[in-house]
């Protein structure tokens, strides 16, 4: 049973994550950081990609060195990096999430501000938004826009200067522990959807207040969350 309770009597703005809420695109993220590590000697399993997922490349890649030992110099950021974007560039278009284009379509019908809040810097997903969604590039924080990327809270405070709204007056959708601590540590309210292969307990201690199992449980919950 969901306690519909927790939600803001008068929500104004939802802010959704790009990777793994509105696209299943985290299949090819986890697969080519693997193989761009793998290229510089470096083992990263395909589970600490969705653990870091949100995450800008710059800190995942700063995070993986510094576990290491060392520090990443520039050059290794560029080289890993680029070699990201070059394998995603070459990977199968990532389809859009199930309900997650009606769940958008019902929000923005009602009259409430939607912000996509993105660590992703790929050209290719970003500039999908506005055909599949609606969303223009004025209503995206992505990983161009911070200093401090997930799990910092800034990412999301852009959003709330965005959507010019209070904390307690938005929701954040999410699928990822950065992101929920990022939300988290906005002021936030979070709804995770477990559309990856972390266990949803994981998600829980993050600080999301509502786990639910996929993208097509959170379509048919929406109406009765944006009524709330």
């Known amino acids: 049973m969901i306690d519909y309770s927790i939600f803001p009597k008068k929500i104004k703005a939802l802010f959704f994550d790009m990777d793994g809420v509105l696209y299943d695109s985290m299949p090819n993220h986890a697969f080519t950081w693997v193989e761009s590590f793998k290229a510089a000697g470096i083992d990263f399993p395909a589970y600490d990609a969705y653990m870091n997922e949100g995450a800008t490349g710059n800190y995942t890649i700063k995070k993986v060195f510094r576990q290491l030992g060392r520090e990443a110099s520039e050059e290794d950021i560029n080289r890993i990096y680029d070699h990201k974007s070059e394998l995603m560039n070459k990977a199968p278009l990532a389809p859009i999430m199930p309900g997650m284009q009606q769940v958008v379509a019902n929000t923005l019908a009602a009259g409430i501000k939607v912000i996509i809040v993105t660590g992703s810097k790929q050209p290719s997903l970003i500039s999908r938004l506005n055909d599949d969604f609606n969303i223009g590039r004025e209503d995206i924080v992505s990983g161009f826009d911070v200093k401090n990327g997930k799990p910092d809270p800034e990412p999301y405070l852009r ?70």
């Open 159 to 228: 959003a709330l200067g965005k959507a010019a709204c209070l904390a307690d007056e938005a929701i954040v959708v999410e699928n990822a522990p950065l992101g929920i601590i990022s939300a988290r540590a906005a002021g936030l309210l979070t709804v995770a959807v477990n559309t990856g292969i972390l266990k949803p307990e994981v998600l829980s201690e993050a600080g999301a207040s509502l786990v639910l199992d996929s993208t097509s449980q959170l379509a048919e919950l929406w109406p009765n969350i944006i009524k709330s």
